[in-house]
């Protein structure tokens, strides 16, 4: 059985950084996609930055030129560095993997941009 485990959140002063990290256990033979999603109060999860298994990488338009993915595969982790940070960033955080059965998803880590 794969688990997800996010750590990194917090609370962080406009302008600031955080880095967020993933990291997946279990059953995991190969490379597989991950990604980062995050979901503020009354709004939909979307989409912050995905990488491939190949290492490909897409943003959203919204973080491009602020946040960067990156990953581990020795450790089958996947981190997320979050700078210039925006109050409009403020969101629960989740990552993802996808496997061969499914999307499995983290348990999520509040991010919250404030002064």
């Known amino acids: 059985q794969v688990q997800l485990v996010e750590s990194g959140g917090g609370l962080v002063q406009p302008g600031g950084s955080l880095r967020l990290s993933c990291a997946a256990s279990g059953s995991i033979y190969s490379i597989h996609p991950m990604g980062w999603y995050r979901q503020a109060p009354g709004k939909e999860r979307e989409l912050v930055a995905s990488?491939?298994?190949?290492?490909?990488?897409n943003y959203s338009d919204s973080v491009k030129g602020r946040f960067t993915v990156s990953r581990d595969n020795a450790k089958n982790t996947v981190y997320l560095q979050m700078n210039s940070l925006k109050p409009e960033d403020t969101a629960v955080y989740y990552c993802?993997?996808?496997?061969?059965?499914?999307?499995?998803w983290g348990q999520g880590t509040q991010v919250t941009v404030s002064s």
């Open positions: 990488i491939s298994s190949l290492s490909r990488i």
């Open positions: 993802n993997i996808d496997l061969p059965r499914g999307t499995l």
